[in-house]
């Protein structure tokens, strides 16, 4: 039993860990094949090279590594159906027209009613970068006559580039800053001290006094591997700090111990001029920082909620397709994937975030909400192109999860579940494929440097 506080350690003697390692090793084929083998999800669109950094002048970090570029599609015939402009054209006619927002909440009726015959309501067009007042991204245009560049997942892994630098240290600095909540009457109820407050708990509440008994000699046993390995804390020290201000940082540094273990895992190696594991790359950024690894696997939690929690939604999702039989197939994935995630808060439990209903509560998930939009909006000063995709996309994955998590029934009653765009939805799911094969690599780091220290 393992208390997932913001100062708990990973241990490999924690039951939690292994749970969660082997519903990773049950349903990690599955996230694979959802994201790299359907053409809905290998795909995405967006605003790569047009948006400038919005707050410094970012000339000096740009990397020129080969690495670093994205291979875009060019030739409007590579693209799948799905996702040409072509297509997002004939969705655009008058029937499918998307009624504004305002107007929507004021019809109350089902938004399916508003458009054309088999049109759903994923199938239209976002015609700006209108921002929904529930969004915790900006959103990328998906608009058919707009600028967009389309790209295959596939074709621009995620992997080692070569950025580095004072760049890319000031994007993550950046990044970290936005934890600084200010808001004086953050609430402090959920005591940092209180398993039953954490959202991310995989055991639930009844064994929470164990499991603070575990926690102790955890906390004592990491303390000590720490001093011994000089090993650093990272973050802000959060022992008075509000639940929420914690699970901000989580997120964040779950994304970069993600980023830090792709980039470790396929590693160019400059001498050979081969790509595979570089075990120093792991030892040096992640294998004596318990902290970081613990922020991934609540990622993986978080991430796994918010897709569990789409099974409804997606059954009236149109996937847009034009083949019925791949739409079917896409969304039958989804469903079986979103059926194996243990349901219920077992895993991660959102609903004790954001709970003080008073004014204070409200002003905190605007606060939240704000400073996660910064977030994205920091990825256009990335000086990596194939980076600031990656980058992009994943502030758009874990966006999509807090939307999913606290926009869906946490509304006023009748109010409307907020929209989810294609992008965000393709967003989600290759974040949660991220996490999940960060997870995977890890498990092979591991065990290669147990290889190296037992030398068997
Ligand atoms: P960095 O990873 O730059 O970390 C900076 C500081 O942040 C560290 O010194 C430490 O104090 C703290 N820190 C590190 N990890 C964590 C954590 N998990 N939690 C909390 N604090 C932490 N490079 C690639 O090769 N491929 C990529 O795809 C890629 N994508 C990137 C995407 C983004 C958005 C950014 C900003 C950078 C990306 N980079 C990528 C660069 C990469 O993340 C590192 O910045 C670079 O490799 C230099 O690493 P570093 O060892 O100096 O420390």
């Known amino acids: 039993v393992c208390a997932f506080e913001p100062k708990a350690k990973v241990s490999d003697a924690c039951a939690s860990y292994a749970d969660l390692d082997q519903l990773n090793t049950r349903l990690h084929p599955y996230v694979r094949s959802l994201a790299n083998n359907t053409d809905f999800f290998s795909y995405y669109r967006l605003n790569l090279y047009d948006k400038q950094c919005p707050f410094w ?9 080969i690495a670093c570029a994205v291979t875009t599609i060019e030739n409007e015939g590579d693209i799948p159906d799905i996702w040409k402009a072509e297509e997002l054209s004939r969705l655009e006619g008058p029937k499918a027209k998307h009624p504004p927002r305002k107007e929507q909440r004021e019809l109350q009726r089902p938004l399916q009613g508003e458009l054309g015959d088999g049109v759903g309501e994923s199938c239209v067009v976002e015609y700006d970068d209108e921002c929904d007042e529930r969004d915790y991204c900006v959103p990328e245009d998906e608009g058919a006559g707009t600028k967009g560049d389309y790209v295959s997942l596939n074709d621009n892994p995620e992997r080692f580039t070569g950025y580095s630098g004072e760049g890319a240290h000031q994007v993550w600095d950046a990044i970290y800053r936005e934890n600084c909540f200010s808001k004086p009457g953050a609430v402090k109820s959920q005591s940092a001290g209180s398993l039953s407050s954490d959202p991310f708990s995989p055991f639930g509440q009844n064994q929470a006094q164990a499991a603070m008994d575990f926690k102790q000699v955890m906390k004592a046993h990491d303390r000590q591997q720490a001093q011994s390995a000089g090993a650093a804390e990272d973050g802000p020290d959060f022992e008075d700090e509000c639940l929420e201000k914690r699970v901000f940082h989580r997120v964040i540094s779950g994304m970069h111990t993600s980023i830090s273990t792709h980039l470790c895992y396929d590693y160019l190696n400059q001498t050979t001029g081969e790509w595979g594991p570089n075990l120093q790359c792991y030892k040096d950024r992640l294998h004596r920082k318990p902290e970081r690894i613990s922020n991934l696997y609540f990622n993986y939690a978080f991430l796994l909620r918010a897709v569990g929690k789409l099974r409804d ?21 989804i469903t079986v994937l979103a059926d194996a995630i243990p349901a219920g808060p077992k895993i991660f439990d959102e609903s004790v975030m954001f709970t003080d209903h008073t004014l204070t509560g409200v002003e905190l998930k605007e606060d939240f909400r704000n400073r996660f939009r910064n977030v994205s909006r920091i990825m256009d000063c990335v000086g990596c ?19 999913v998590l606290f926009e869906f029934g946490h509304g ?29 690599a890890l498990e092979y780091f591991r065990a290669a440097v147990e290889a190296e220290t037992t030398g068997v």
């Open 385 to 403: 192109d194939k980076c600031r995709l990656w980058g992009k996309l994943q502030t758009n994955g874990f966006g999509t999860a807090l939307k």
């Open 313 to 333: 939604y997606v059954q009236d999702y149109t996937f847009c397709t034009g083949d019925t039989v791949q739409d079917a197939r896409t969304k039958k994935m």
């Open 412 to 440: 006023d009653v009748g109010q409307e579940k907020p929209l989810l765009r294609r992008t965000e939805l393709v967003a989600l799911i290759n974040t949660l494929d991220k996490t999940s094969s960060a997870l995977k």
């Open 57 to 65: 002048s970012d000339e000096n970090g740009l990397c020129g590594n």
